[in-house]
């Protein structure tokens, strides 16, 4: 079979997510890996109240009722979604914080994570290869569009893709068959010219 376009979850495939690269925090005596100590940092300032340790379970319980609800159907729960719950664990009204500091908790987060994403040198050129004769897309189950592109740009090879799916941007996660209809749609080509790269037959298999 022929194919048109070659299509890449990101995460565990096109990079590598490495947790020691996260920052590391004390919280209650043990030391963890965790953009908390960052987020703690800008929220301080408007809110003094709350302590890191605050912080940090907000992070964690906030991640913790994300999945809890992407597991009902699939359905992507944004990262806009994500951190009205960690306010709102930390007893905090957005109407009464200054305005934009969510997205500037959002943003903190997504330079965090985005340093722990580890692209393999070889895939550079694989993906220069791959380019002159397919077209490229990548399919990611992501609650922040912008942190993927990121990571994409900030290794050169964004510009190898026709299309980039983030599941937040679709509302549904892989193995939704709406996510993968919209890159083929953005690809213009039929689902039996494409074929899917991946690390996970749960969800990489449509």
Same mark, same amino acid.
């Given at each position: 079979?022929?194919?048109?376009?070659v299509? #890449?979850?990101? #995460?565990?495939?096109?990079?590598? %997510?490495?947790?020691?690269?996260?920052?590391?925090?004390?919280?209650?005596?043990?030391?963890?890996?965790?953009? /908390?100590?960052? &987020?703690?940092?800008?929220?301080?300032?408007?809110?003094?109240?709350?302590?890191?340790?605050?912080?940090?379970? @907000?992070?964690?319980?906030s991640?913790?009722e994300?999945?809890r609800l992407?597991?009902?159907?699939?359905r992507?729960?944004?990262?806009?979604?994500? #951190?009205?719950?960690?306010?709102r664990?930390?007893?905090?009204d957005?109407?009464?914080? *200054?305005?934009?500091?969510g997205?500037? &908790?959002?943003?903190?987060?997504?330079?965090?994570?985005?340093?722990?994403a580890? %692209?393999?040198?070889?895939?550079?050129? &694989?993906?220069?290869?791959? @380019?002159?004769r397919?077209?490229?897309?990548v399919?990611?189950?992501?609650?922040?569009? *912008?942190t @993927?592109?990121d990571? &994409?740009?900030?290794?050169?090879?964004?510009?190898?893709?026709s299309?980039?799916?983030v599941?937040? /941007?679709v509302?549904?996660?892989?193995?939704?068959?709406?996510?993968f209809d919209e @890159?083929?749609?953005?690809?213009?080509?039929g689902?039996?010219?494409a074929l899917?790269?991946?690390?996970r /037959?749960?969800?990489?298999?449509?």
């Amino acid at each position: 079979m022929t194919y048109a376009a070659v299509l #890449f979850d990101l #995460f565990d495939t096109l990079v590598r %997510f490495d947790r020691d690269r996260m920052p590391e925090i004390r919280v209650n005596g043990r030391t963890v890996r965790s953009t /908390a100590g960052h &987020l703690h940092e800008v929220l301080r300032s408007h809110a003094p109240e709350i302590s890191l340790e605050a912080c940090y379970e @907000a992070l964690v319980e906030s991640w913790r009722e994300a999945e809890r609800l992407r597991a009902i159907d699939n359905r992507e729960v944004p990262a806009r979604e994500r #951190f009205d719950h960690f306010f709102r664990r930390l007893a905090l009204d957005p109407a009464r914080l *200054p305005p934009g500091l969510g997205q500037t &908790l959002i943003d903190t987060h997504r330079s965090q994570l985005g340093k722990a994403a580890e %692209f393999p040198l070889h895939h550079g050129p &694989l993906l220069e290869r791959l @380019a002159r004769r397919y077209r490229l897309a990548v399919v990611s189950n992501f609650d922040y569009t *912008p942190t @993927a592109v990121d990571i &994409l740009e900030r290794e050169g090879v964004a510009r190898r893709f026709s299309a980039i799916v983030v599941s937040d /941007a679709v509302g549904w996660r892989k193995p939704k068959r709406e996510i993968f209809d919209e @890159a083929l749609r953005r690809l213009d080509v039929g689902v039996d010219e494409a074929l899917f790269v991946g690390d996970r /037959a749960d969800i990489d298999v449509l």
